[in-house]
């Protein structure tokens, strides 16, 4: 599966932005990662194939994963954004098993930066 990520963009603090992710074929497990300059990719979110989500702590309240099985697609709808968001958001289509995820394919990445 082949994953293309678009949605990334300048943004002022505490403005909004939807990242999507289309895939070339069928989507299981899915997640968003971000990498910020100089940092470790780190998970976001995750959205199982039956639809159960779960969230990193410091995006909950704040983004929210959703998905259309029916067009390959996932979402990540970022909202009250802060400059400490500014990352390379990356979606992975992987598998979750028990509260772990294991990614298996990436994404290429779309960029967000959050500033005045």
């Known amino acids: 599966v082949q994953l293309q990520a678009s949605g990334g963009g300048l943004v002022q603090p505490g403005g909004s932005l939807r990242l999507s992710c289309l895939a070339s074929g069928s989507i299981n497990d899915m997640g968003w990662y971000r990498q910020a300059p100089g940092e470790q990719r780190e998970l976001i979110a995750t959205i199982s194939s039956v639809g159960i989500t779960d969230y990193k702590d410091f995006v909950k309240g704040r983004f929210v994963i959703s998905s259309d099985n029916a067009r390959n697609t996932v979402y990540l709808q970022m909202n009250s954004l802060k400059p400490e968001d500014t990352a390379v958001y990356y979606c992975?289509?992987?598998?979750?098993?028990?509260?772990?995820?294991?990614?298996?394919?990436w994404g290429q990445g779309t960029l967000v930066t959050v500033s005045s």
């Open positions: 992975v289509n992987g598998v979750l098993i028990g509260r772990y995820y294991y990614p298996r394919q």
